[in-house]
């Protein structure tokens, strides 16, 4: 058997919080146990990696998570997947074995959950290094890179026939809301929900109440440019903030007769998990959490919303299982089931990926497909 030897190959290296990333030469090690080398094909650019890319402290670094690709080669024990097997990469693993994984309840495994300090779940280690230098991962996926290594856990075998191009966005933004309306707040046929933030997850959040049949879906978003495409994706009202001089659950209280069934927060700002929870109704309001907050992660509530019987309830990745559930998620695209590619805005080549920054960091896309 060939032993599979060191790649070199071109990856987007983020050295500086908030500073361009450049293009480097980086050596991509060999897979250890159980765990494989991905070619990356696609990888579209969410609003978490701009938040960590702005705010943490970890570099040099390479960012990316959501994206799709080819198996080049496995590491010991890896019966799984063989070379040439299409993946989705996943920011959040799913091991099998431990307590949350055997449980319906939760998708927070917690052998390979969210990784925060850069490194692999194995050996804390990294697999990537420029000069001899290491550099960290993200997530544990880190697909601004021609090849990646992840763990086989953190990896979904998905059907041949699902493009590449268009599938990534099912490894974290447009999974994680259809998951938040169907799987975390279940939706049920004829409610009023209300979804802070348009972009890709909350639209994603929009598509999944619609498809549940919602009778109203009220979007709330600062940026005018939003509402058009949102309309595709089921918003039936769109309320900007900004024109409203009073509060703007007080106008959702009232176009809602008294407060909505769901609300979800799909900003990444605490403040408005607040809002979102004066918005649902008293008795059986649930506010789902989505966003990732850059700053001031504590949430403040009066807890009259308790007393009144709302319910706050978090999520992460829609409460999808990766691997238990992302191949169907998959195969309901083929079937035209879900709309993905209506969420790409642009493609641009791989030594582009900066000005995809650019344009999220300016509200002018929604999901950014990067061509390897
Ligand atoms: N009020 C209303 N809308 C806002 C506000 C605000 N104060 N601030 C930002 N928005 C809108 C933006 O105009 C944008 O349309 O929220 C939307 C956020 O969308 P994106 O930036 O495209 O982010 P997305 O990838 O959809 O992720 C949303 O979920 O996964 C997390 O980290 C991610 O916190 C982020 C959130
Ligand atoms: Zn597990």
């Known amino acids: 058997i060939d032993q599979p030897n060191v790649i070199t190959c071109k990856a987007m290296v983020a050295w500086e919080a908030g500073k361009d990333l450049v293009m480097e030469e980086v050596e991509v090690s060999p897979p250890q146990p159980l765990e494989i080398r991905v070619k990356v094909i696609c990888t579209s650019l969410c609003r978490t990696d701009i938040t960590a890319w702005e705010s943490q402290a970890i570099f040099p670094r390479i960012f990316g998570h959501e994206a799709s690709g080819i198996v080049e080669s496995v590491g010991e024990g890896v019966t799984e997947f063989v ?7 996943v920011f959040t693993g799913e091991c099998k074995t ?9 998708n927070m495994c917690q052998v390979l959950g969210l990784e925060r300090r850069g490194v692999m779940h194995s050996d804390q280690g990294t697999r990537f290094s420029v000069k001899g230098k290491p550099v960290y991962h993200y997530c544990a996926v880190s697909s601004f890179s021609e090849y990646t290594v992840v763990h086989s856990g953190c990896a979904v075998k998905v059907s041949p026939q699902a493009p590449l191009d268009k599938i990534c966005l099912l490894s974290c933004g447009v999974a994680a809301g259809l998951g938040a309306a169907w799987n975390v707040a279940d939706i049920s046929k004829g ?16 598509q999944g109440a619609k498809l549940r049949g919602a009778s109203q879906i009220i ?26 001089n ?3 659950q007080q106008v ?63 999520s992460l990745f829609g409460g999808w299982k990766p691997k238990s559930d992302l191949p169907s998620l998959v195969n309901k695209y ?31 896309c929604l999901r950014c497909v990067i061509h390897m």
């Not at 209300?194 to 994603?204: K, N, P, Q, S």
Request: net charge negative; aromatic share 8%; proline share 4%.
């Open 252 to 314: 959702i209280k009232r176009i809602s007769g008294g407060g909505t069934d769901y609300s979800f927060e799909c900003i990444g700002n605490t403040g408005m998990v607040t809002t979102a929870l004066q918005s649902c109704c008293d008795g059986w309001g649930l506010t789902v959490t989505l966003g990732v907050p850059k700053t001031n992660p504590e949430i403040a509530s009066h807890y009259s919303a308790f007393l009144s019987g709302k319910t706050l309830k978090g």
């Open 98 to 106: 431990c307590k949350h994984c055997e449980s319906k309840k939760s």
């Open 83 to 89: 070379k040439g097997d299409h993946v989705l990469t």
């Open 191 to 206: 409610s009023i929900v209300v979804i802070f933030g348009l972009g890709t997850v909350g639209l994603a959040v929009a």
């Open 334 to 364: 083929i079937n035209r089931d879900i709309q993905v590619d209506e969420f790409i805005t642009h493609n641009l080549p791989f030594e582009d990926i900066n000005k995809a920054f650019t344009l999220m960091r300016e509200g002018k």
């Open 246 to 248: 009073e509060p703007i």
């Open 219 to 244: 979007g709330v978003d600062i940026n005018p440019e939003k509402y058009e495409k949102a309309k595709c994706f089921g918003v039936t009202d769109f309320l900007n903030p900004n024109e409203y």
